[in-house]
């Protein structure tokens, strides 16, 4: 029966999500970044003719992480909005109270929203991801080395972020939560530039502050590694130094351990969020 319980409210999440107007305006600007980094592409190769050169890959392969970055912030800010009524806004409006007045588990309820918001943003990135691929395919010839490890980062780190969108917002308001987890987001990359310059400046403390946000909020460690997969092999010895401070190039894959830890945040965090929902009051 839970686990019954569990696949029908994640068909549901994914229905209500359908028909939000956040899916709407997520398809926009998708749409948008697409058809702009059509032309942007477009415009590389009629400058450079093909990415044949060194300097050529190395714009394509920004270029590429750039767009590839716009397109999880659309997810990111799609999820976190979502997420937020998923929880807050159905006990607001008393929609909660006529789901768990029956002999239903709270947790199987709060496991069925997340599964579903889960399928929503990994679907959501592997479709617009790979018609960004196709897109520079046909506009540059290039295709990146690891497609689908690069998309299940990026996809993963949806599911980071919709998982503290969800812990928000048993504690906050549905817009709230959004805006910290969005708000959030964007921080943890900051400090990972900020990381990056300290590794490549020598400076201890610097560098620090990009480890220790990685840790605390996966999200730009999973960015890191999705930006690794999409970007050309040969790409670092090409450019040579340096690299380490551009904020569209990483240095190396993301270790099995951090995947690991990435795996252990998100289940603490959905646990800490499961007890917040079974003590809040309907």
């Given at each position: 029966?839970?686990?019954?319980?569990?696949?029908?409210?994640?068909?549901?999440?994914?229905?209500?999500?359908?028909?939000?107007?956040?899916?709407?305006?997520?398809?926009?600007?998708?749409?948008?970044?697409?058809?702009?980094?059509?032309?942007?592409?477009?415009?590389?190769?009629?400058?450079?003719?093909?990415?044949?050169?060194?300097?050529?890959?190395?714009?394509?392969?920004?270029?590429?992480?750039?767009?590839?970055?716009?397109?999880?912030?659309?997810?990111?800010?799609?999820?976190?909005?979502?997420?937020?009524?998923?929880?807050?806004?159905?006990?607001?409006?008393?929609?909660?109270?006529?789901?768990?007045?029956?002999?239903?588990?709270?947790?199987?309820?709060?496991?069925?929203?997340?599964?579903?918001?889960?399928?929503?943003?990994?679907?959501?990135?592997?479709?617009?991801g790979f018609a960004q691929f196709v897109?520079?395919?046909?506009?540059?010839?290039?295709?990146?080395?690891?497609?689908?490890?690069?998309?299940?980062?990026?996809?993963?780190?949806?599911?980071?972020?919709?998982?503290?969108?969800?812990?928000?917002?048993?504690?906050?308001?549905?817009m709230a939560s959004g805006i910290v987890?969005?708000?959030?987001?964007?921080?943890?990359?900051?400090?990972?530039?900020?990381?990056?310059?300290?590794?490549?400046?020598?400076?201890?403390s610097m560098a620090q502050v990009g480890?220790?946000?990685?840790?605390?909020?996966?999200?730009?460690?999973?960015?890191?590694?999705?930006?690794?997969?999409?970007?050309?092999?040969?790409?670092?010895?090409?450019?040579?130094?340096?690299?380490?401070?551009?904020?569209?190039?990483?240095?190396?894959?993301?270790?099995?351990?951090?995947?690991?830890?990435?795996?252990?945040?998100?289940?603490?965090?959905?646990?800490?969020?499961?007890?917040?929902?079974?003590?809040?009051?309907?």
């Amino acid at each position: 029966m839970t686990a019954r319980t569990v696949w029908i409210v994640a068909a549901l999440t994914l229905q209500e999500a359908g028909r939000r107007r956040v899916l709407r305006s997520l398809a926009v600007l998708t749409l948008l970044l697409l058809a702009l980094s059509a032309w942007g592409f477009a415009r590389l190769d009629a400058e450079f003719g093909g990415l044949t050169s060194g300097e050529a890959k190395a714009a394509g392969s920004i270029v590429l992480n750039l767009v590839m970055f716009g397109l999880s912030l659309i997810a990111a800010l799609g999820t976190a909005f979502l997420a937020g009524p998923t929880v807050a806004g159905e006990i607001e409006s008393g929609s909660a109270l006529a789901v768990l007045a029956r002999p239903v588990r709270r947790w199987a309820v709060l496991a069925g929203k997340w599964l579903g918001l889960v399928v929503f943003g990994g679907g959501f990135v592997v479709v617009a991801g790979f018609a960004q691929f196709v897109i520079v395919r046909v506009t540059v010839g290039y295709w990146p080395p690891k497609p689908l490890t690069g998309l299940a980062l990026l996809a993963l780190q949806t599911t980071v972020l919709l998982t503290l969108g969800l812990l928000l917002s048993t504690a906050i308001s549905p817009m709230a939560s959004g805006i910290v987890a969005v708000g959030l987001f964007g921080a943890t990359w900051i400090a990972g530039v900020v990381g990056s310059v300290g590794d490549a400046l020598g400076n201890e403390s610097m560098a620090q502050v990009g480890t220790v946000s990685r840790m605390l909020l996966p999200t730009d460690g999973l960015w890191r590694g999705a930006m690794n997969s999409f970007q050309d092999p040969a790409l670092l010895l090409q450019v040579g130094t340096g690299v380490e401070e551009s904020p569209f190039l990483s240095m190396a894959p993301l270790t099995v351990t951090y995947l690991a830890w990435t795996g252990v945040w998100t289940m603490l965090v959905l646990t800490l969020t499961a007890l917040a929902f079974g003590r809040r009051d309907l």
